[in-house]
């Protein structure tokens, strides 16, 4: 009873006992004895009216090596639905992890968000002094909404920005940048690490990517890009490059225009169908043709992702793309698709958060 009383409160907060009784069918006496003299203090009434006690939450980040877009997904999985009204203030603190380029972009896109809907961000790098450096190396808190706490104090790195080809810094991209010199700069690095024959193939699928960022983001947080090798010595180097934004993410734009544009698509995935946004969103990569653009040329476009999957699947690519609520990632080998999978039910992150990989041989 507990549970469905707390759910309810969630969704609607500001209830008369009898009315959560009457929405719920249980007994009014039992309700209001369950409200009274709760001894977890989960509740409060304001008025005669029952809400959820507000309460700070505290997301543990730690895990032994690298921290991945995976594993930080997984940690938020453990966690209470962050964006609910009951929950003011929320600290993330971390542990004695290294934490690569797709989690750090997620974690910055999670807390702006947070933040902007007025919610108290504390990040706590107090126990994990090495990745704490590495992400003032990166830039990271340079895109950080400013209402944002962190602990301890932001070192200040800029004067090193630039000067490490095995690193390309968090760059913001507000949403209607008329220009940007983001795509050369990453096709230029990808050219440092891989040499010019990639040079064509890496900025056809970069433009593509940060212009969507620039045109269908529709949010007034900044999208971030940034890069980064990993593996030392004679290991075999692994390139990831993220792209990042905070706004209505690739399914968000296509789902309201799908019925009255694309009815077959429609109809193959309808809106409740299982996975049905996950297999949209693979139809989407591998065959174009789909857009949400709010313009009279829509017609027209819809092929940029196709083609930046394509291109992609030139460097044998793993790319992982990630929606409010799920997850994509593709698998290229020999220049197709050799594998996909998906995750779905993550704790929401809006926009679309775009990770790939690939190795240098």
């Known amino acids: 009873m507990k549970a469905d009383i707390i759910d309810l409160l969630n969704k609607k907060p500001g209830l008369k006992g009898r009315e959560i009784a009457k929405l719920l069918g249980l007994d009014k006496k039992d309700v209001n004895s369950l409200l009274y003299n709760d001894a977890t203090d989960d509740f409060q009434q304001i008025d005669r009216l029952w809400f959820i006690r507000p309460k700070s939450v505290v997301v543990s980040v730690e895990k032994t090596g690298w921290l991945s877009a995976l594993d930080f997904d997984d940690i938020l999985s453990k966690s209470p639905d962050l964006w609910l009204d009951s929950t003011p203030e929320i600290r993330f603190e971390f542990h004695n992890c290294s934490i690569m380029l797709g989690a750090i972009a997620r974690i910055l896109s999670l807390v702006n968000q947070l933040a902007c809907v007025g919610k108290e961000i504390i990040l706590d790098f107090s126990e994990c002094s090495e990745s704490f450096s590495y992400l003032c190396r990166v830039g990271l808190f340079d895109a950080l909404n400013q209402a944002v706490q962190v602990f301890p104090k932001v070192q200040d790195y800029s004067t090193h920005y630039g000067k490490n080809i095995k690193l390309m810094e968090f760059v913001s991209i507000p949403a209607g940048t008329e220009e940007s010199n983001l795509p050369k700069r990453l096709k230029d690095a990808f050219v ?82 299982k996975d049905s946004d996950v297999n949209l969103l693979k139809e989407v990569l591998e065959f174009g043709g789909v857009s ?35 997850e994509l990632t593709l698998k290229y080998q020999q220049g197709a698709l050799h594998d996909y999978t998906s995750k779905t039910k993550l704790q929401k992150i809006l926009g679309t958060h775009i990770c790939f990989d690939f190795y240098l041989d």
């Open 192 to 273: 440092e690490l891989a040499g010019d024959q990639y040079a064509n193939t890496a900025f056809g699928f970069i433009a593509e990517y940060i212009n969507n960022i620039i045109e269908h983001s529709q949010t007034p947080i900044p999208g971030v890009a940034a890069l980064q090798v990993y593996g030392k010595g004679a290991k075999r180097k692994k390139v990831q490059t993220i792209f990042s934004d905070s706004g209505r993410g690739i399914i968000g734009t296509i789902r309201p225009v799908l019925k009255s544009r694309y009815p077959l698509l429609h109809k193959k995935y309808p809106l409740k169908g």
């Open 292 to 326: 949400g653009a709010q313009d009279a040329d829509f017609k027209g476009r819809g092929l940029g992702l196709k083609v930046s999957a394509r291109n992609a699947a030139k460097f044998d690519a793993t790319i992982c793309v990630r929606q409010e609520t799920f």
